[in-house]
């Protein structure tokens, strides 16, 4: 996947400046996606020129103008074509993990304080996206928001995140109790 779908995507909820998108992909998006600022603006520039986005300048005072940017036809057919399309499969690549290969000849005390403040990365992330996920129902039961909701994807795509850092969580518990008791049989 390209960033360019990442952002033709968060576009479906409706026109945004390039600062508005940094903080959607912050916001959600980024439990799937991460893309920086620069990024961001860099592909937006591309997309434009390729058609795929329009953009507006609103002038502003005591502020600089900014660019509103608005899915075209074309992009929205783009992002028709790439859900038609089969996805890659996806490719973990995680520091951490290489860090935990070498534990056995490297720091382990560094390499458990990295899980643990991996764990505790993953807890803020999921209570951030529980905050969301009670926005987005808005009061309502799951059932009630899937019945009558806009859009859906945005809801599956957080269920997605809480999933991924539930799984997290259990992973880094476990790798810590695994790196305890093998350092206290060690001892």
């Known amino acids: 996947m390209a960033l360019r779908h990442a952002i033709l995507a968060a576009l479906l909820e409706g026109e945004a400046s390039g600062y508005d998108l940094a903080k959607i992909f912050d916001s959600s998006v980024a439990n799937f996606w991460m893309a920086t600022p620069q990024q961001l603006y860099r592909e937006l520039d591309r997309m434009a020129g390729d058609g795929l986005v329009s953009a507006r300048v609103v002038r502003q005072e005591r502020r600089p103008d900014k660019r509103l940017f608005t899915l075209t036809d074309a992009g929205r057919r783009t992002l028709h074509d790439f859900t038609a399309a089969p996805p890659r499969p996806g490719a973990m690549r995680d520091e951490l993990l290489v860090q935990l290969q070498a534990v056995d000849v490297g720091d382990a005390a560094a390499v458990r304080r990295a899980v643990a403040e991996r764990a505790d990365g993953s807890r803020a992330k999921l209570a951030r996206y529980e905050r969301l996920r009670a926005l987005l129902l808005n009061g309502r039961t799951e059932d009630e928001h899937l019945a009558h909701a806009e859009r859906i994807g945005p809801y599956l795509t957080l269920l997605g995140g ?13 790798v810590l109790d695994v790196l305890r008791q093998r350092s206290s049989t060690r001892a």
């Open 162 to 174: 809480i999933a991924f850092e539930e799984e997290n969580i259990r992973w880094a518990e476990r």
